[in-house]
């Protein structure tokens, strides 16, 4: 039976608890903004759910430089480097060498665990597993956002902004009216297969693979769990693999004279994942701003999913606080444009970066010779090489 209903006036309402509500909840709460965060899954839900795995240098030095944890730095693992495989041929992209920047692999949930803790740490107000999350009064100055709680209650926040960080499915975008609402969206012909597997690591950093069969992304999650994907079909049905099906065409795809092979172990985790990009412009209405996945996606080749929800809160958050403790509201009016630039770039590494390595169906035989040509002005010189590095390891603020 709903109850009574609750009303709380915040500075920030924020939709999502996902790694973009909660850091930007964590940042607010720092500079003395007060802010209330609603999340329809539970903290353990989110907490089991296995996504991105690439951390940008930008990204760690938020979490260990916010005070968030330094867990990122003791228990994930830098990567100075990748490896392109082109046909069964390894080549190394150093990323230290070529551009002076590392990755981190330390997986999403991991990232989302640390925040939360700090949340609770600090007081903040997250509140897990409401249901029924409405949004209004978006231009007005008090925008508002009706839940229900998970004890029943009946909840209604009153903000002076009110963020949008629900992720790709969320509400917050489908409340730009369309006449001044873009969305910019393509689909691809292919997905991923994923697999979690309890194995060692085939080797000390990710690999690349493009082959004729199509792509593989032989990645880590951990030193016993690792990460594995495999170009299918959007319609491929998980129940039509059993493992040894898996491993052959893992294997397959990898295959080269050097003799790498995989490793292989129990695969407890078996998921399908279509590929889209999406951006929606602006990224501002009224007094509700879209950040993270909520306003734009890209398909997960360029490991850019995660980084760039991060990158619009390092945009937003001082926007945020300059407009509180200053009432300067130029930030908050560049917002949209500015974390747009850095939206586009990471749009076309992850468009480019999956044309690279993936295999379109009924291709013509002329694309796999004219991407060996690609593959080779990448790899076969430190010009080539640091653009894939620096797209990679992430552009520097501007
Ligand atoms: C398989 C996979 C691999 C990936 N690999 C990488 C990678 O290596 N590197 C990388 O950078 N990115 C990667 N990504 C992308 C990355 O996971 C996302 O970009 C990231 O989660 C975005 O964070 P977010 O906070 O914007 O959105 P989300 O993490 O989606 O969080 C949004 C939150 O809002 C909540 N929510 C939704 N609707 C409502 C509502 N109505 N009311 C209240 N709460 C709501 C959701 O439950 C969710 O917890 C990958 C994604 C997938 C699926």
Redesign the pocket.
Known sequence: MVKERTIVETQVGI???????LMLSHLLYKAGIDNVV????SHDE?ASTH?????EAGTVRMLAESGVDGRVLTEGHEHEGTTLRFEGVSHRIDFQKLVGESVWLYP?NEVFVDLAAARKRDGGDVRYE?TD?QISDLTSEQPKIL?TTAEGEALEIRCGILVG???????SKRQIPAEVRTDNFIEYPFAWF?ILCEAPASAPELIYANSEHGFALISQRSDTVQRMYFQCDPNENVADWDDERIWAELQRRIDGPDGLQLQRGKIFDKTV?PFRSYVCEPLRYGNMFL????GH?VP?TG???????FCDVRVLAPAIIDFFDKGDDSGLAEYSAKALERIWKAQNFSYWATNLMHIQPGENPFNQKRRRGEFASITGSDRGSAYFAECYTGWPDQ
């Open positions: 939709v999502g608890a996902g790694p973009a509500g609603v999340e329809v899954r989110i996504r991105a795995g690439i951390l999403q409401v999350t839940s960080a629900d992720g790709s499915k969320g509400i994923g994942l950040v993270g996945d909520a996606t997960p490991a850019k999913g995660l980084n760039l929800a």
